[in-house]
Structures are given as structure tokens and as C-alpha cells.
Nanobody
Framework: QVQLVESGGGLVQPGGSLRLSCAAS????????MGWYRQAPGKQRELVAT???????NYVDSVKGRFTISRDNAKKTVYLQMNSLKPEDTAVYYC??????????WGQGTQVTVSS
């Protein structure tokens, strides 16, 4: 069974930090692009960050300098370190594996709420 399980979300004050984790059951995790999407209420789903098998990363402009995506292939886990969080970062964050530039598998999502 293909499974992606996100964790690490929660309520944090503006300026705070969270680290999201995504544990994968995918047998080909080590050779695929992984990414994080987020979706805020009333907003379209947004691709936040991606990381290739060679650890090349890309970020949406709004999170550059604040978020860091990383992966541990031995643990089949991808992380999203989020620093200097802002209220506009509030969303459900989803882990995904991208194939051919499109998301193929999804996790259930983890809620991130940035509020004082």
C-alpha cells in the first residue's frame, strides 16, 4: 500500500517555528521528487517546496529564506522546517510524491495554524 503520513503541525505564534515530517511507504522514494503543498481556506492549493533525489530544492517566493525542505532516504522521510511563521502560512500542509512534474500520491494533511 502506498502511504504518506504527515505530522508536526499545530498552533504556533507568529515568528515561531515548526518542523513537518512525512513518512513514506514508497519503495521508490529515493529516486523520486518529493514536495509539500498547502491549502488555506478559500484559497487554491499551492506548491510550497520540492526536493529532488539529488537534493536540489525549489521554493515558492513567499517562503524563500524561511522554509527548508529536506529528505532522509534511509528513513523514507521528507521534512519541512518552517521558521519565522506568519499568519498567512496558516493552511493544511500535504506531502506528495511528484511524477513527471505532477503529484501522484498524497498524504492526509497536517494543520498548521499561525495565530497569537
Amino acid at each position: 500500500q502506498v502511504q504518506l503520513v504527515e505530522s508536526g503541525g499545530g498552533l504556533v505564534q507568529p515568528g515561531g517555528s515548526l518542523r513537518l515530517s512525512c513518512a513514506a511507504s514508497l519503495s521508490i522514494f529515493s529516486i523520486r521528487v518529493m514536495g509539500w503543498y498547502r491549502q488555506a481556506p478559500g484559497k487554491q492549493r499551492e506548491l510550497v517546496a520540492t526536493i529532488t533525489s539529488g537534493n536540489n530544492t525549489n521554493y515558492v517566493d513567499s517562503v524563500k529564506g524561511r522554509f527548508t525542505i529536506s529528505r532522509d532516504n534511509a528513513k523514507k522521510t521528507v521534512y519541512l522546517q518552517m521558521n519565522s511563521l506568519k499568519p498567512e502560512d496558516t493552511a493544511v500542509y500535504y506531502c506528495t510524491q511528484l511524477v513527471g512534474g505532477s503529484p501522484k500520491y498524497w498524504g492526509q494533511g497536517t494543520q498548521v495554524t499561525v495565530s497569537s
